[in-house]
C-alpha cells in the first residue's frame, strides 16, 4: 500500500451510463421526497444566482476540541512527550483542501469552563481531571507545561488560529483571577500571530438547568458578569501582551450558548445584546452551538441524519440571528461562528448514528447548508471517546488509533469550499423541503466551478436489494469536461469503515497520510453528451464532488 502525499494522483475511471432523458424529469424538483432509481434535473447557472451566498472563508470546515482531550489531540508518546504527528497530517490534509488555510482550532466547551489553571509546583501532571457524565469531567486542572506542550508549534500547519475557552461558571473570589491567569498561560504559548480570540464560559443559557446558578439568573446577569471577567481578562492579561493594542478591544467570541434559541427564547444573541454584551465593543463574532439530536428514541440514522429537510431546519435557526447583527451598523462586522457543533449532543454510545458513513454524509450537508446561510465558519467539535470524532487520536485501551468516518465530512466539505484565492460563494440546488436529495453549485470568482451531491437514500449491507443509484442530470450548462470523487463503502450508510473518498482513504495505518485503495475509483472522468450535458448516477448513501469545466 502506497501513501500518496497529495491528491495529485488521478486515477482516471469512465464511467458506463449513458445520457437518459424522461418526460417526467421536469417536474422532479417539485416533489418533497423521491425514491432512488429516479433522476433529479440540476440546473445550475453558470455565473452567480441570486440566491448565492457571501465570499466563504476557504478555512470554513474549522475544529473545536473538548480541552480535556486537547493534549490527546496535540500530544503523543510516552508521557505525551511528542507532538502529534497524525493529527499533524490530518490537519496538513485539510489545510491542502484549504488553499493553504489551516483550520481553526477552538480549544473549549464545558470542561474548559470547570478548569483551573495550577502551578508546576503545585501539580506535577500536565492536566488532571475528575470524570463525569458523558465523557465531560467536573472538574480539570492544568499547568504550564500543559500549555507549553499542547500549543507546540509542530503539531499544526503554520496558519492555524486558536480560540480558547476561559472559565465563566465558578463565582468564588478567585474565580476571575483563575481566567486572568488561563488568559495570560494561553497568550504566551499561542503567541500573537496564531491567537484568534477568547471566549468565557460555555453554554451559559445551560446553567441554570445546571444549578451552577440560582435559577432565577437571567441574561443580564450573565452579561454583568461577562463583562466583568471580559473587562479583567483584556486590562490585565490581552493589554499587556504582544496583542494588545493591534486591534482595540476585540478580542473576544463572545455567547457560546448551548443553542440558536428554540428552545431557551429568553438565551439568544437578541436578548445579550440587546442587555449590553457588546457595550465595550469587544466582541469580533458570536459564536452559537448546535447539535441536532440527542439520544430520543425517535432518533435514527436515516431519518434523523440522513436527511436535508431536517438539516434544513436545524440550521436555519441561524439566520435570525445573523439578520439582527447585519440590521445595525454597530454589529454587522460580526461574524456568527457555529462554534462548537456536530451530529449529536450525546456523545457516548451512538456510534451507529455518528460514526458512520451516513453521519458523514450529515456532516457534508450539514457544513454546506451552513455555508449557505452565511455562517462564518463551522468548528466540528472533536474528543478522543466521542463518537462523532473524525479521529481518535491516541490509543484507548488496546483500540489502536484511527481516522472515523466522519473524517470524510471534513474532507470532503474542504474539498468542496476549495482553494481558490479569489470569492467563493455556495448556492443550494435542490428544494429545502426535498429529505433524500441535496446538491450545491460552488462559485470561484463568480464563475462556476463545482456541484456538491449528496444521496441520503439510506442504503447498507442488510438492505434486501442491490444498492440502488440515482441520475443527476446537470442541465442548460454547455460543459468542456467533468470529473467526480465519490464518497463511498462498500458497506453503505451504516458501513464504520472502508469509506473512501475520491478512491482514497486515510488512517493510522499511513499515520494519516491518504493512501489510494485498490478496485475504488479515483477521480473519474464523467462523460458528456453531444450537448455538454451531464448525467452522473449518485448511489444509495453516497456523496460526489464534481468539478467542471465550462
Ligand atoms: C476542582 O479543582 C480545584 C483545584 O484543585 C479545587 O479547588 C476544586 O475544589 C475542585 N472542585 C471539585 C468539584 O472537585
Ligand atoms: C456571585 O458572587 C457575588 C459576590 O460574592 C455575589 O454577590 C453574587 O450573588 C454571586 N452570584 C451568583 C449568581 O451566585
Ligand atoms: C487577584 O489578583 C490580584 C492581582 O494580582 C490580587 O491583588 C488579588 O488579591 C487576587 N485576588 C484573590 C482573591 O486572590
Ligand atoms: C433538528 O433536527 C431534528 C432531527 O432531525 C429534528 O427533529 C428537529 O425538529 C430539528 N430542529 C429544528 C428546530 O428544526
Ligand atoms: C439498513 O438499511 C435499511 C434500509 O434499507 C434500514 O431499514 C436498516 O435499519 C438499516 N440497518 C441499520 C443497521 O442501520
Ligand atoms: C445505476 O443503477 C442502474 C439500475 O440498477 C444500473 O443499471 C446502473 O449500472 C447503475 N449505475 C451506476 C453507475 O452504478
Ligand atoms: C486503520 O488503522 C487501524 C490501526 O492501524 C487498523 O487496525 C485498521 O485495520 C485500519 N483500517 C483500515 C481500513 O485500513
Given at each position: 500500500m502506497k501513501a500518496l502525499?497529495?491528491?495529485?494522483?488521478l486515477v482516471v475511471f469512465l464511467s458506463s451510463f449513458q445520457a437518459r432523458s424522461s418526460?417526467?424529469?421536469?417536474?422532479?424538483?417539485?416533489?418533497a421526497s423521491r425514491a432512488d432509481g429516479q433522476s433529479v434535473i440540476l440546473s445550475p447557472s453558470s455565473s452567480l444566482p441570486d440566491q448565492v451566498s457571501n465570499p466563504i472563508v476557504n478555512n470554513f470546515v474549522s475544529l473545536s476540541i473538548a480541552i480535556h482531550w486537547f493534549q490527546d489531540y496535540t500530544r503523543q508518546g510516552a508521557g505525551a512527550s511528542q507532538p502529534n504527528t497524525f493529527t499533524r497530517n490530518l490537519l496538513d490534509s485539510l489545510t491542502e483542501s484549504s488553499g493553504g488555510l489551516a483550520p481553526q482550532i477552538r480549544v473549549g466547551g464545558t470542561s474548559a469552563d470547570r478548569t483551573t489553571y495550577v502551578l508546576r509546583e503545585d501539580q506535577e501532571e500536565t492536566i488532571k481531571t475528575i470524570s463525569g457524565a458523558?465523557?465531560?469531567?467536573?472538574n480539570v486542572t492544568i499547568n504550564p507545561l500543559w500549555f507549553e506542550r499542547c500549543f507546540d508549534?509542530?503539531?499544526?500547519?503554520?496558519s492555524t488560529k486558536f480560540v480558547f475557552d476561559l472559565p465563566l461558571v465558578r463565582n468564588d473570589s478567585g474565580a476571575v483571577n483563575n481566567s486572568v491567569r488561563g488568559a495570560e498561560w494561553a497568550l504566551e504559548a499561542i503567541g500573537s500571530e496564531r491567537f484568534q480570540a477568547f471566549e468565557i464560559g460555555?453554554?451559559?443559557?445551560l446553567y441554570t438547568d445546571q444549578a451552577v446558578?440560582?435559577?432565577?439568573?437571567?441574561v443580564a446577569d450573565y452579561v454583568e458578569r461577562w463583562r466583568t471577567f471580559s473587562q479583567q481578562i483584556y486590562n490585565r492579561a490581552i493589554q499587556n501582551s504582544?496583542?494588545?493594542?493591534?486591534?482595540?478591544?476585540?478580542?473576544f467570541q463572545g455567547l457560546?450558548?448551548?443553542?440558536?434559541?428554540?428552545?431557551?427564547?429568553?438565551?439568544t444573541t437578541m436578548t445579550a445584546f440587546n442587555a449590553g454584551i457588546n457595550r465595550d465593543g469587544s466582541l469580533q463574532s458570536v459564536s452559537l452551538h448546535n447539535y441536532?439530536?440527542?439520544?430520543?428514541?425517535?432518533?435514527?440514522?436515516?431519518?434523523?441524519?440522513?436527511?436535508h429537510a431536517a438539516i434544513v431546519a436545524n440550521v436555519s435557526q441561524v439566520n435570525r440571528h445573523i439578520a439582527f447583527l447585519q440590521s445595525s451598523p454597530d454589529t454587522q462586522d460580526i461574524d456568527v461562528v457555529l462554534g462548537e457543533t456536530n451530529?449529536?449532543?450525546?456523545?457516548?454510545?451512538m456510534e451507529q448514528f455518528e460514526g458512520v458513513l451516513g453521519s458523514a454524509l450529515w456532516g457534508i450537508d450539514y457544513i454546506l447548508y451552513a455555508a449557505s446561510s452565511n455562517v462564518?465558519?463551522?468548528?466540528?467539535h472533536q474528543g478522543?471517546?466521542?463518537?462523532?470524532?473524525?479521529?481518535?487520536?491516541v490509543q484507548i485501551n488496546d483500540i489502536q488509533p484511527k481516522v472515523r468516518p466522519p473524517w470524510y465530512a471534513l474532507k470532503f466539505a474542504a474539498e468542496a469550499i476549495g482553494s481558490h484565492e479569489g470569492p467563493v460563494q455556495i448556492s443550494p440546488l435542490?428544494?429545502?423541503?426535498?429529505?433524500?436529495i441535496s446538491a450545491y453549485a460552488l462559485y470561484d470568482s463568480a464563475r462556476l466551478a463545482r456541484i456538491a451531491i449528496v444521496n441520503f437514500n439510506e442504503w447498507n449491507?442488510?438492505?434486501?436489494y442491490p444498492r440502488p443509484n440515482t441520475t443527476f442530470s446537470v442541465r442548460g450548462l454547455s460543459l468542456s469536461r467533468a470529473t467526480g470523487r465519490r464518497l463511498t463503502a462498500?458497506?453503505?450508510?451504516?458501513?464504520?469503515?472502508d469509506v473512501t473518498f475520491g478512491g482514497l482513504r486515510w488512517n493510522f495505518s499511513t499515520n494519516g497520510l491518504p493512501e489510494s485503495v485498490d478496485g475504488v475509483a479515483g477521480e473519474e472522468e464523467l462523460d458528456l453528451n453531444e450537448n455538454g450535458e451531464l448525467d452522473l448516477a449518485v448511489g444509495a448513501s453516497e456523496a460526489m464532488l464534481v468539478r467542471l469545466e465550462l
Open positions: 502525499k497529495s491528491l495529485t494522483a418526460p417526467t424529469q421536469k417536474c422532479e424538483l417539485a416533489h458523558n465523557g465531560i469531567p467536573i508549534g509542530a503539531t499544526f500547519p503554520p460555555n453554554e451559559e443559557d446558578v440560582p435559577s432565577s439568573w437571567t504582544e496583542v494588545g493594542g493591534t486591534e482595540g478591544k476585540k478580542w457560546v450558548f448551548s443553542g440558536l434559541g428554540n428552545n431557551k427564547p429568553a438565551w441536532p439530536a440527542g439520544n430520543a428514541p425517535w432518533v435514527t440514522l436515516g431519518r434523523t441524519f440522513m436527511n451530529s449529536d449532543f450525546v456523545n457516548l454510545g462564518k465558519r463551522v468548528n466540528m478522543t471517546t466521542f463518537g462523532y470524532s473524525a479521529w481518535q487520536p435542490t428544494p429545502t423541503s426535498d429529505e433524500k449491507s442488510t438492505t434486501p462498500s458497506g453503505g450508510a451504516s458501513a464504520d469503515t
